[in-house]
């Protein structure tokens, strides 16, 4: 058994086989996780926000979409995964609360689903399973050894993709 | 351009947001003590300045399931306020107004609605105090209520201060009605313009 890896709100990090990345309770935030399956290293970021080019505070890179895919793939090569063999699994972006308004601010979640998506199709990075938008919360764990993400979220059955 | 910064803040931007706090959770004390008709005490509420990845262990841990009740707010001041309340705070909170003890997996609309009510009671009167400490006006929408991951629920105000900084300002307090304790925890998050509304309205 390896080690499970805690990764928390706006930050990433990556694994390889056998150990497992993990993050709890992912509401609105999307959690991106990438894999190389040759060299067998998974890579998770949880990110809050769809774009840093909008905000003035962001030194943080795992925070945003844009950035944070940038920075999760710069940490997998370096430990060894092939760019070009990536392929991603997406997870998160809920909208919690059932608001009626238009309110941007409470679309959150959908537009951080799209931004991910629409960085990872920049990058040409094929998204292969995703689980997201809805209005729940979920905890993910992805497992360097197979590359399978679990889903689990309150009073749902478990989903392996 | 806003000139608060929340990763940087000075003690008396900082002592101004904690008494606002203060002030806030007291009138919503009184609040709750009208509604039930019966003395609540509260005790000195915690004022906190927390990074965002701490924020969804306040409620012991990501994974705890939470009752969260979410209003926004709109007018000078724009942004969100939350109320959030771990299982046993709301089973009380329903046993106080309702006169029975329900779990949590059993609410059906009838709790939910009271939770609901008790949400938009205190975190209406945590604005009224709010506005009238500052002069400012501030609308409030209905109470929204999520029962979920504290987690996932906490990263709806996380996202908006993750706009502004690294950290979110959450003010802790306890309600105590004989021997049964609610610890209830308030989520302020004005836009970062509406930051600097309320320090401006106050001199600051």
Do not use: W
Not at chain 2, 9 to 37: P, R
């Amino acid at each position: 058994m390896g080690i499970m890896v805690k990764v928390g709100m706006a930050d990433l990090n990556i694994c390889s086989s056998p150990d497992a990345l993990t993050t709890l309770g992912l509401g609105s935030c999307v959690g991106i996780t990438l894999y190389d399956s040759v060299s067998k290293t998974a890579g998770m970021v949880h990110v809050m926000l769809p774009d840093s080019t909008k905000i003035k505070n962001n030194e943080n890179f795992a925070k945003f979409a844009d950035t944070g895919v940038d920075a999760l793939i710069e940490k997998m090569v370096l430990a060894g995964a092939n760019r070009n063999r990536l392929i991603a699994k997406i997870a998160g972006g809920a909208q919690m609360f059932a608001f009626s308004s238009n309110n941007d601010m409470l679309r959150i979640g959908e537009r951080n689903v799209e931004a991910s998506k629409a960085k990872l199709a920049s990058l040409g990075i094929r998204i292969i399973a995703e689980d997201t938008g809805l209005n729940y919360g979920r905890t993910i764990e992805f497992y360097a050894g197979t590359g399978e993400l679990y889903v689990k979220s309150v009073g749902k059955p478990l989903k392996i993709m | 351009m806003p000139n608060i910064n929340l990763d940087n803040m000075d003690n008396m931007q900082f002592d101004v947001l904690k008494e606002i706090g203060n002030i806030g959770a007291g009138n919503a004390t009184t609040a709750l003590s009208t509604m039930i008709n019966s003395k609540v005490d509260m005790n000195v509420p915690k004022v906190d300045l927390l990074e965002l990845k701490e924020l969804p262990d306040l409620l012991g841990g990501a994974e705890e399931i939470v009752v969260g009740i979410l209003i926004t707010l709109e007018g000078e001041i724009n942004g969100m306020m939350m109320f959030m309340m771990d299982q046993a705070s709301a089973c009380r909170i329903v046993d106080i107004l309702m006169g029975k003890t329900t779990a949590i997996e059993e609410f059906t609309e009838m709790e939910y609605s009271a939770l609901r009510e008790i949400g938009n009671i205190i975190a209406g009167a945590y604005l009224s105090s709010l506005s009238t400490l500052t002069g400012i006006k501030i609308h409030a929408s209905i109470p929204y209520m999520s029962i979920d991951m504290a987690g996932a629920i906490l990263s709806v105000p996380a996202i908006e201060f993750g706009k502004v900084g690294d950290k979110a300002l959450i003010i802790e307090t306890q309600f105590t009605k004989d021997d049964s304790d609610v610890n209830g925890y308030f989520i302020l998050i004005p836009t970062l313009e509406s930051y600097d509304v309320i320090l401006r309205s106050l001199g600051l």
